[in-house]
């Protein structure tokens, strides 16, 4: 559970700082410019379905689901470090933090 909160901290403190500097949509396309700006994205992209695959396998209800999903496209990371802090939270062992409670 540290983990998942020292996760939170870092993307809240990151995200803060590039808004307080007034970045926008123009720094981010300039940092998708460069090739590793692009298998940054593809790496992003490939861990956050893995993660929502996850999510999807873990949950019993859909509906909940989905909803995780959506915080996952619009809060990225954040959501996934989120969401493990919360199912840390209701799960009793590391098995059922893992697989849910199916």
Do not use: C, H, Q
């Amino acid at each position: 559970m540290l983990l998942g909160w020292s996760g939170i901290v870092a993307m809240a403190v990151a995200i803060g700082i590039a808004w307080a500097s007034g970045a926008g949509w123009s720094d981010a396309a300039a940092a998708l410019a460069p090739i590793w700006g692009k298998v940054m994205l593809v790496d992003l992209t490939v861990g956050l379905v893995l993660v929502a695959a996850w999510i999807g396998w873990r949950e019993s209800s859909p509906r909940n689901a989905v909803v995780w999903w959506v915080f996952l496209v619009v809060g990225g990371n954040l959501t996934t470090a989120v969401y493990v802090v919360v199912a840390a939270r209701r799960s009793s062992n590391v098995t059922e933090l893992l697989t849910g409670t199916r």
